[in-house]
């Protein structure tokens, strides 16, 4: 197998495990169905997400103007509190904005070996608890847009995280904790006008990752420094591929990098 194709985060579907796959413009490719196997990746050259041009990607696979001038790249993104289309005013573009900001939100607990909150829109559960790579979720309070669920998350971060430790999550499954437990004893500190949001009953939920094998320690590939790389693909979680060697791939880091990707049995 060898495929030349623009990366983009990995789709992926809820299973036991969890299904993901790398969407290619010509082909999609199972990547649970690589487990095993060994994989050359090579970097060929940069295509931005936004502009299509070739040049250098500087973050969420975006060229450094469109990373600074891309509705899709605003501040508000990383920190929902920020939002201000419920206010019909702009960042960078008011529809935009109005259509992403502007629906349900959840605000959500998550174990990923570490305990965070986190926003999202509605229609992105389960995946963005994908893409982190939380083993258990369970959903907080529903809000009608982001600015909203912004607040209660900066509200629950006086006492918990809004980060995952990505070398915590890669290096280990999560222990079970009691997230429902927890909920209960952090609703006071959500501000009263916003308390009707929250939401009672919820199942924790659990996920799990086609992983075989954790890596001891975790030392990041990175196609900038080292343009190509062979490994035995041993796992997957959040948006990494788990290789031998303690070696992790940050998919999502390598978004608007075209890669040449083979594999041997
Ligand atoms: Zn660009």
Redesign the pocket.
Known sequence: MQITGLLTKMHAEMGSPIQYCLNFKEETLSVNQLLGKKLTIEFSHYQ?L??E?E?EIFAMG??K??YFTSPYAGAWIVRPELSTAHLGKADRDLAVETQMQLQPHIVYLANSGGIKVGVTRKTEIPTRWIDQGAEYALCLAETTNRYEAGLIEVALKQHLSDKTNYRKMLRQPAPFEDLATLKENILHLIPQDLQPYILEDQPIHHLEYPVNHYPQKVNTLNLKKIPRFEGTLLGIKGQYLIFDDNRVFNVRSHEGFVIRISSFL
């Open positions: 931005c936004a502009c041009r040049k975006y060229c103007n469109c």
